[in-house]
């Protein structure tokens, strides 16, 4: 017999945690999930819902960070004022997700807890330095920066006597961010690439450069050598010069680290395309 816990407020989520095993499961959406536990792939003793708690459900501007509740669907993040004025990147990526039917039941904390190498916010969360905030049966809330939250596909740091509850995401002055996605949906096997840019800029010099590329690799990637070519230059002036260098950079970390039979060819080709697509559209944000 499987047992299911519903809690309300963070003392029943305790309670219920302590209840939770190895072969128990947290269910979100049910997107991915509720598959499984339809063709029995999944047989867990216990299933546990978080989406009544208020906490996990919310958008607030706390000190110096923007804190999303890990219930939060992806229709809620791309529609959110707060998130489209603060990280339009992550709007961006939420409202590309699957089908509407996806988006509006799938939710932030279980595409994180997925940990899927083509999961749409995760290289966005990456770039944004995000912490994932959980809670134990102990009553502990415990911050884990995502890129040590996240070990390999599937795979996550968590207990069973844990939950992914938020995640914070620390505030940057004059960032603006994009995320573009680069793919098919005519075929089960999707060649994409995930990418997520933020810049600091001081009229319109750019003064840092955050590139992460995700569905090219195992885990997001870091372009970090970009840095060095497009600080200091100036975003309209000299955009065909930081779209030429970007996409080169890309370009040449993709045919270095995807294997071939996943598309590596294509999304070296396609490389230059999305990287001038998305610095064009940092160009238009305000």
Known sequence: MMNY????TLDELFIALENMTFKSKIIGGGTDLGICLNKKIIIPDALLYIGNIKESKEVCLKDEHLEIGASLTHTDI????????????????SKDVGSLQIRNNGTIGGNVANASPAGDLIPVLYMLDTLVTIVTSTKEFV????KNFIISPGKIRLN?????????????????TSFLKL??????????IGLCVGITLEENIIKNCDIVVGAISLKPVVLDNVQKYVVGKN??????????IVSEI?????????????????????????????????????
């Open 160 to 176: 069973p006597n844990e939950v992914i509850l938020k995640f914070k995401i620390p505030l940057k002055e004059n960032y603006r």
């Open 250 to 286: 890309l370009s040449k970390t993709i045919m270095e680290i995807t294997p071939e039979k996943f598309d590596r060819n294509y999304k070296v080709w396609a490389a230059k395309g999305i990287v001038c697509d998305i610095f064009g559209q940092l160009r238009l944000i305000k």
């Open 143 to 146: 911050d884990i920066p995502i």
């Open 235 to 244: 975003l309209i002036n000299d955009f065909e010069y930081i779209e030429k």
């Open 78 to 93: 791309e529609n959110n004022e707060i998130i489209l004025n603060n990280f339009k990147c992550l709007a961006d990526a």
């Open 5 to 8: 816990y519903v809690p309300k």
């Open 183 to 192: 793919g098919s949906r005519k075929k089960l096997t999707i060649s994409r």
